[in-house]
């Protein structure tokens, strides 16, 4: 009977008891001749992996890692969908007025607070007035109140996009990756 052992993804063919102990104490798998399902150049498929035939007859295999935790890999995932949702929301921008605007955090919070004095403005409750905003072009602006309220809606749907594609990555694409290749394959997408 052979034995092979995979260590850190190299196969060893062991003939000694020494080195085999050595390689089971240092995490290396064990496997036995009859779960070998055959080699072919440095693969080596063995029984915990599945193998499947397309539709022209050639087999494929997907390897079966029994070191990943796909719960890890996919919390990972997680975390990695927010941090860069978190990077489109600093690096991206809104457009309006034939310019770009920041849509940062902090800049939606200031906006906020000028939506609500157009709005009051609108309403009659304060007295007209202008605002001035610094676009990310560094171009100042003048705008009235239904401008204001133009540029918050305008901010407000570039951000709802962003979210929309997260949400799309995580509650779509990685809910439905069941193996480790396809989970460190999602990404948010450009577009929906």
């Not at 995490?27 to 440095?42: F, H, K, L, M, P």
């Not at 035939?53 to 990695?80: A, P, S, T």
């Amino acid at each position: 009977m052979i034995r092979l052992f995979l260590y850190d993804s190299t196969w060893f063919n062991v003939d000694n008891d020494t080195d085999a102990q050595n390689l089971l104490d240092n995490g290396a798998v064990e496997y036995t001749s009859d779960q070998i399902r055959g080699v072919e150049g440095n693969e080596t498929w063995v029984s915990n992996d599945t193998m499947f035939q397309d539709e022209n007859g050639e087999w494929y295999y997907e390897r079966i890692d029994e070191n990943i935790d796909l719960n890890v890999l996919r919390e990972n995932k997680v975390v990695e969908l927010e941090n860069y949702r978190n990077y489109l929301r600093n690096t991206e921008t809104a457009s309006y007025d034939n310019d770009e605007f920041l849509i940062r955090q902090e800049d939606q919070n200031n906006m906020n607070t000028y939506y609500s004095k157009a709005i009051a403005i609108k309403m009659g409750v304060v007295p007209s007035n202008t605002f001035v905003i610094m676009s990310a072009t560094n171009t100042s602006h003048t705008f009235t109140a239904d401008q204001i309220i133009e540029l918050f809606n305008a901010m407000c749907v570039k951000v709802e996009e962003i979210y929309q594609r997260h949400w799309y990555a995580q509650n779509v694409l990685l809910a439905n990756a069941s193996t480790a290749d396809e989970i460190n394959a999602v990404q948010i997408p450009l577009s929906l």
